[in-house]
């Protein structure tokens, strides 16, 4: 099990970046498959990007694609979203997720396939 914080998120006009950080503790990271998922008020937890242990296989939700880019540092035990072209539906509460992965090219686009999550990080995009 890792522990996951997340950090980066704020306030920014529409059209603006934001990156995302996603620090993960402990010594499994490695073999951890990861995502980011987000959450409006009132609505369902949505998936945004998933990236694969090994990092060469990445996924995004539709309206994420050209604008999101999910990337990881092992190194670090860290996970970034790289968000550009920011719009006002994109605020949320975004969350890191992780759970172990024995394919090291896979990756899982479904909330409930992670059992490792922080605790979110809020973004607000103004028009």
């Known amino acids: 099990q890792v522990q996951l914080v997340e950090s980066g998120g704020g306030l920014v006009q529409a059209g603006g970046s934001l990156r995302l950080s996603c620090a993960a503790s402990g010594r499994t990271f490695r073999s951890y498959g990861m995502g980011w998922f987000r959450q409006a008020p009132g609505q369902e937890r949505e998936f945004v990007a998933t990236?694969?242990?090994?990092?060469?296989?990445?996924a995004y939700g539709d309206s994420m694609k050209g604008r999101f880019t999910i990337s990881r540092d092992t190194a670090n035990n860290t996970v970034y979203l790289q968000m550009n072209s920011l719009v006002p539906e994109d605020t949320a509460v975004y969350y890191c997720?992780?759970?172990?992965?024995?394919?090291?090219?896979?990756?899982?686009?479904?909330?409930?396939?992670?059992?490792?999550w922080g605790r979110g990080t809020q973004v607000t995009v103004s028009s």
């Open positions: 990236i694969s242990r090994s990092g060469t296989n990445t």
């Open positions: 997720a992780g759970r172990t992965m024995q394919l090291a090219s896979f990756v899982y686009t479904n909330s409930d396939s992670y059992g490792d």
